[in-house]
């Protein structure tokens, strides 16, 4: 079994900072990308920025400049710091990763429970 856990989130003033991270953990051989999507209330998932294992990014276009994705491979964490943040940034932020948990098996997402950012003064 593959968990994922987030850390990070809370509440920050317009304009603040964050670093959200996230930890796989369980049996598994490999993780191919890891990323972030988040959910704002009323409204539909999105994806946020994924980073792969040989560390090419991608962000949704509302982020790119204020956030960054990075990755610790022998860790198996994923990093999102979120920078000039402003109150359309509130959502739960979910952690994703794409697993195998053996050689034989396919790909398999998986996601972590999530944790809340608010942005708000």
């Known amino acids: 079994q593959v968990q994922l856990v987030e850390s990070g989130g809370g509440l920050v003033q317009p304009g603040g900072s964050l670093r959200l991270s996230c930890a796989a953990s369980g049996r598994f051989v490999s993780i191919q990308t890891m990323g972030w999507y988040r959910q704002a209330p009323g409204q539909q998932r999105e994806l946020v920025a994924t980073?792969?294992?040989?560390?090419?990014?991608n962000y949704v276009d509302s982020v790119k400049g204020r956030f960054i994705v990075s990755r610790e491979s022998a860790k198996n964490t994923v990093f999102l710091q979120m920078n000039s943040l402003n109150p359309v940034d509130t959502a739960v932020y979910y952690c994703?990763?794409?697993?195998?948990?053996?050689?034989?098996?396919?790909?398999?997402?998986?996601w972590g429970q999530g944790t809340q950012v608010t942005v708000s003064s």
């Open positions: 994703t990763a794409n697993v195998r948990v053996s050689w034989s098996s396919l790909w398999t997402d998986y």
């Open positions: 980073i792969t294992s040989g560390g090419n990014t």
